[in-house]
């Protein structure tokens, strides 16, 4: 019994250590990912809803992240444990400080205040990274150092134990983080509240790692089953290690941001869809650092020879692929590579030693990733090119690890690496040459043969412009056609048409594409009360959300005003340049551009007490795929109706979308306001007219009354439950078709 009870004693102490470290690193991690979705979904509305926002806050946690990395490998590595747990300690007190100061400034902790809404378009990337910086930049990069350096400390109280299990604990804490936003905190919580809930959780993990830091000073000796080592295993990683190292999660990490890129643009921008490609990257690591026996590189490898074409076949034509199978296929792909990245890297871990080098390397590996995606392709590329180039990286270090990369691998936990040359795919020895010469051909044919394809359904058109910047990839294409007179040049954004002009001189003032004379917007604007308010002809004042190339200006009059707000510069460019588009330089009214995200733009003016008095408000920003959903929410609708002239206004909501039902969405609004409503479904039949559904909705009855609309008005049909948005939650799930 005496002897039993020595070797449970020892046995519980270690269970009892490994708790005190795992608790705050699976706090730690698990707070490090759920303010990501906490911050980007504060600042998404504030720049237009754009997928660019979050690239450039996983670029931001990226960067800090591989501060952190640096950081924690600096101190482990030139710092006594005393000097560890002061410094360190002393940063854990600031940084809670620093919280602490800012939920009294801003009555909340981490989410900033109505002071920082961005009052100009300009220079997104600077204010995202600059307000990110303010609300979480200290507090963010004490959290990054949280794993490595808890797991150096731990290497240090338990010689002999491998501490990269720990790792396995904060990679969960980060998955159960991002899996529970979407479901189990923004449904429930206000805004307002998770930031509260979130510096709570803050300052008790500030508490767990400085009395554990307190605890570690203690332990002075250093890793004794590193003793004797032989000098190769025992020296610092040179280039050789480095190399995979950095450039394996480095690509891992520009498919993550790729792929959530490509999705959004696909729906739109909002947390589930960030949640997904981030949790099967997460996943992947998870699965590599428990246990080498989850990565196989002769399962992984065929299956990312044959996931990078079928990606590039998607995403060549993704117009005729369901949305739904899409995202299936791009995120099948994207966890794929990631698990052939991360476990590559895995087989290649360093003893513990090192291990602080090692995470130093795979976050730099990360940022890289993120600056390639965030900051050189919209430079590098005038369309969507990064994740062409990530699948064709990925699909080349397959080929090269086959071919030339000897698998270190741990013969156990704890245990030095032993080099043994990489296995076949399909048995006993390496791929010939001829094989590898096969595949490549095989792949070469395969893209072309799509890109040729692809080039045949599109050869009447010759894009005369493509422009790139944060909003997205706009190109103005010209368009031949089999009648002499009907070439019409269009504007594209990503795969959606926002307007289209005949370039004949009898043509060119005629509203085409959505926006025809018998289209929902069009009878708003041509039977308006406020037309013929003031005898034959009344002055209408006109508000559209998002300009495309100024179509609705061509239903101007002398007198009108018509005040377009529009986000992108570029489109505002493109519309004067008389070269791509005239309908603006033609239009009768007076016509405004407003730059900047409507709703902040409509703020700012009520604020200044300037009621805009709109006899027609059109809201035209949801026909592409990805939607800006603040401007649907209850409260949108509110700041709509405040800047509305009042009883006979009429708010047009262009509805057309070939992703989501819109309509639950503004029927919910309509119910909301007490609003009167009609919905006009417009085959398209006229020449330059595409089919189009519009929403018209006015305080009064007066307004949809009128005998040309109400003879075209569909009867509301309730396909589904009418569907409130508001600025706190709102589900595109529900509304998927």
Same mark, same amino acid.
Request: hydrophobic share 50%; aromatic share 10%.
């Given at each position: ?63 800090? +992240? /591989? &501060?952190?990395?640096? %950081?924690?490998?600096? $101190?482990?590595?030139? @710092?006594?444990? =005393?000097? *560890? #747990? ?88 980060? +998955? /159960? &983080?991002?899996?529970? %936003?979407?479901?189990? $905190?923004?449904?429930? @919580?206000?805004? =307002?509240? *998770? #930031? ?83 949790s099967l990257y997460l996943l992947s690591f998870i699965l590599t650092f428990d246990d080498m026996r989850w990565y196989a590189r002769e399962a992984y490898l065929p299956l990312l020879l044959i996931a990078v074409p079928m990606t590039a076949i998607v995403m060549l ?421």
């Amino acid at each position: 019994m005496v002897a039993l009870r020595g070797a449970l004693l020892p046995e519980a102490g270690w269970i009892l250590l490994m708790l005190q470290f795992a608790i705050p690193i699976f706090l730690g991690a698990f707070l490090l990912f759920q303010v990501q979705p906490i911050i980007a979904r504060c600042l998404l509305p504030w720049f237009g809803g754009t997928p660019a926002v979050w690239t450039t806050c996983m670029l931001f946690f990226q960067v800090l +992240l /591989l &501060a952190g990395y640096g %950081y924690a490998h600096g $101190v482990a590595m030139r @710092l006594s444990p =005393r000097r *560890q #747990g002061l410094v360190h300690g002393g940063l854990l007190v600031v940084s809670l400080g620093l919280i602490g100061l800012l939920a009294w400034r801003w009555g909340v902790p981490i989410i900033p205040d109505e002071g920082w809404k961005p009052q100009t378009p300009e220079r997104p990337v600077a204010q995202i990274l600059a307000l990110l910086t303010v609300a979480v930049g200290l507090p963010y990069f004490v959290l990054a150092t949280t794993s490595p350096l808890l797991q150096a400390w731990f290497a240090r109280m338990r010689p002999g134990v491998s501490p990269y299990r720990l790792y396995t604990v904060s990679n969960v804490g980060s +998955l /159960l &983080a991002l899996l529970s %936003y979407p479901f189990a $905190v923004e449904p429930w @919580l206000r805004l =307002r509240t *998770q #930031g509260w809930a979130w510096g709570v959780g803050y300052a008790a993990f500030v508490a767990a790692v400085v009395a554990l830091g307190q605890r570690a000073a203690r332990v002075e000796s250093v890793g004794g089953n590193e003793e004797g080592l032989p000098e190769a295993l025992a020296a610092p990683p040179g280039w050789r290690q480095w190399v995979p190292w950095v450039v394996l999660p480095a690509i891992a990490s520009a498919l993550l941001l790729a792929v959530t890129n490509q999705i959004c643009q696909e729906v739109a921008v909002i947390p589930f869809l960030w949640i997904v490609p981030l949790s099967l990257y997460l996943l992947s690591f998870i699965l590599t650092f428990d246990d080498m026996r989850w990565y196989a590189r002769e399962a992984y490898l065929p299956l990312l020879l044959i996931a990078v074409p079928m990606t590039a076949i998607v995403m060549l034509r993704q117009g005729e692929v369901e949305t739904k199978l899409q995202i299936g296929i791009y995120a099948a792909a994207l966890f794929v590579c990631c698990m052939f990245c991360h476990g590559e890297v895995v087989h290649r871990r360093p003893v513990a030693r090192h291990l602080t080098a090692f995470y130093l390397a795979i976050s730099l590996g990360g940022a890289l990733g993120g600056v390639f995606v965030a900051l050189l392709a919209p430079l590098l590329f005038k369309r969507f090119y990064e994740l062409h180039v990530s699948l064709g990286l990925c699909w080349g270090a397959g080929l090269v690890t086959q071919w030339n990369w000897p698998r270190p691998t741990m013969a156990a936990a704890g245990r030095h690496p032993v080099a043994r040359r990489p296995s076949a795919v399909a048995g006993g020895a390496l791929l010939p040459w001829a094989r590898y010469g096969a595949l490549v051909l095989l792949l070469m044919s395969l893209v072309f043969g799509v890109l040729a394809f692809n080039k045949a359904q599109t050869n009447d058109r010759e894009t005369m412009l493509a422009v790139r910047n944060f909003y997205g990839v706009l190109r103005v294409d010209y368009v031949e056609a089999d009648d002499q007179g009907d070439e019409r040049h269009s504007l594209v954004h990503g795969n959606t048409t926002h307007g289209l002009q005949y370039l004949a001189p009898d043509k060119r003032r005629r509203p085409t594409s959505y926006y025809s004379e018998t289209s929902g917007v069009g009878l708003a604007l041509r039977y308006s009360l406020a037309r013929f308010a003031d005898g034959d002809l009344g002055r209408m004042r006109v508000a559209a959300v998002g300009l495309g190339t100024g179509t609705v200006a061509a239903y101007g009059q002398p007198g009108d005003v018509y005040r377009f707000y529009e986000i992108n510069p570029v489109v505002e460019k493109i519309a004067r340049d008389e070269r791509y588009f005239t309908y603006l330089a033609d239009s009768l009214a007076e016509v405004e551009v407003v730059l900047g995200d409507a709703r902040l733009s409509l703020e700012q003016e009520l604020k200044r007490g300037e009621r805009q008095q709109f006899d027609v408000i059109v809201l035209d920003a949801f026909s592409s795929d990805s939607i800006p959903a603040h401007l649907l929410t209850k409260e949108a609708m509110a700041l709509y109706l405040a800047h509305l002239r009042q009883p006979d206004g009429i708010i047009a909501v262009h509805v057309s979308n070939r992703v989501l039902d819109l309509k639950p969405v503004v029927w919910a609004l309509a119910d909301a306001y007490g609003l009167d409503g009609a919905f006009i479904d417009d085959p398209g039949e006229e020449e330059g007219a595409f089919g189009s559904d519009w929403i018209l909705l006015s305080p009064g009855a007066r307004a949809l009354a009128q005998p040309k609309i109400r003879e075209r008005t569909t009867l509301r049909v309730n396909e589904r439950k009418p569907l409130l948005w508001t600025d706190e939650y709102h589900d595109l799930f529900r509304v998927v078709k």
